[in-house]
């Protein structure tokens, strides 16, 4: 238990201020937990406040409609997060808020990363959320894995169960290694500023100064690219949102919002591309479609 003291010692020393740490309550936890995914922490502390004032709980959240959802997620990216959000608090304003990890993921969109979190922040059981940050830190910890990957997750969280504390601050240990990993324990780590590199079985690796990211850490993800576009999809997918947002209520006509989302757009070339696309967000709840007019969904 040492090795939890000297963690949750420099959390209380240089653990980030952030607003979700504050409170309890599963909704705004969930919030930010939603808005964090595949969001930098300081985009979404711009959001968070005002998503709350605008939305206070979950029965103020469950009557909004799409097109307040997408105004007011607007320059967070993905978006259909947003909407599914609202979904989940339609689900919860029925049923009830959930009092288990089991009962979240029964919820569409609430993951076993997403479940443990709520449960370990809201209702502090003694639980450990495994994400890509924890997983670096505690698979480097206790195997001395240093880019361990997500098949040693059932293997880390069986050494959890012995090392996380039964009482006590157990229910900060998640956030004091998510800090850790975000300043110290990152790809390339910091050992020297660590607080747990005594024990940690990679420390000494990373020390000597002989160890390079394997190059499929280092390759970036594919995205679609149609025809000689500069960008992938989701870029002009996100135009689009954002024409359409800027041209409500009236909508946007579809044959002028392909010059609007690429200038360089050909009605010969592109337009089975644009279609693509724009049936997908339809799909997703973000636009519809009426006498080829483009509207919000």
């Known amino acids: 238990m040492i090795t939890v003291q000297k963690l949750l010692s420099w959390y209380d020393r240089h ?18 937990e939603i808005m964090l995914q595949q969001t930098q922490v300081s985009r979404v502390l711009i959001f968070y406040s005002s998503w709350l004032k605008q939305f206070p709980d979950w029965k103020h959240l469950a009557q909004a409609t799409n097109t307040e959802i997408i105004h007011a997620w607007s320059g967070l990216g993905y978006n259909k997060r947003g909407l599914m959000l609202r979904d989940i608090a339609r689900e919860i304003v029925k049923k009830g808020t959930p009092q288990t990890r089991e009962t979240w993921m029964t919820l569409k969109g609430i993951g076993p990363y997403t479940a443990s979190a709520l449960t370990a ?3 502090h059981e003694r639980v450990m959320p495994i994400d890509t940050n924890i997983r670096r830190v505690l698979g480097r910890f206790f195997f001395g894995l ?25 229910y900060d240990v998640p956030q004091a290694l998510f800090d850790l990993a975000s300043s110290v324990c990152t790809k390339i780590p910091n050992c020297v500023s660590c607080p747990l590199r005594k024990e940690c079985h990679a420390a000494q690796k ?13 390759q970036k993800a594919k995205e679609t690219h149609y025809r000689n576009k500069p960008y992938p999809d989701r870029i002009y997918r996100g135009r689009m949102l954002k024409c359409v947002r800027l041209h409500d209520p009236n909508g946007v006509d579809m044959k002028e919002i392909g010059l609007h989302i690429d200038p360089s757009f050909d009605r010969h070339l592109d337009t089975e591309w644009l279609k693509n696309m724009l049936e997908r967000m339809i799909k997703n709840g973000l636009l519809k479609k009426k006498n080829n007019v483009i509207t919000l969904g």
Do not use: C, E
């Open 15 to 32: 653990g980030r201020d952030l607003p979700w740490r504050k409170t309890r309550n599963p909704y705004h936890i969930l919030v930010s």
């Open 121 to 123: 922040f809201s209702l």
């Open 146 to 170: 240093l880019f361990p990957d997500p098949k040693k997750d059932k293997q880390i969280q069986k050494k959890i169960k012995a090392w996380l504390p039964t009482h006590g601050r157990f």
């Open 206 to 218: 990373f020390l000597s100064g002989n160890v390079r990211v394997p190059k499929n850490m280092i």
